[in-house]
Nanobody, 125 residues
């Protein structure tokens, strides 16, 4: 079984940046799609970003497009989410995910088999 461990969350002021990392252990994920979801208190979980196993295909939620960048380093079994120009509405727990998503949308949480424990991001004005 694999395990995902996130890091890099924290508190930042509006307009600031954070870089989230997620390292997989227990098995290799280089052939699987990876992504990030988030959930704010009282709100439903939402898709943030996804990247195919090769890195050739990416997808972003409209709310983060142009501000967030997802990437991966298969040699390190690690994925990243660079978050710039952060806004108060970006405040949430962020979860990394891994799954066998080879075609179709990367936006559905049910398509991912592995989830991290979550890391909190708080953006204050």
């Amino acid at each position: 079984q694999g395990q995902l461990v996130e890091s890099g969350g924290g508190s930042v002021q509006v307009g600031g940046s954070l870089r989230l990392s997620c390292t997989a252990s227990g098995r290799a994920f280089s052939h699987l799609a990876v992504g990030w979801f988030r959930q704010a208190p009282g709100k439903e979980r939402e898709f943030v970003a996804g990247i195919s196993w090769s890195g050739e295909r990416t997808d972003y939620a409209d709310s983060v497009k142009g501000r967030f960048t997802i990437s991966r380093d298969n040699a390190k079994n690690t994925m990243y989410l660079q978050m710039n120009s952060l806004r108060p509405e970006d405040t949430a727990a962020y979860y990394c995910v891994v799954g066998s998503v080879t075609t179709g949308s990367m936006r559905y949480g049910g398509r991912y088999s592995y989830w991290g424990q979550g890391t909190q991001v708080t953006v204050s004005s």
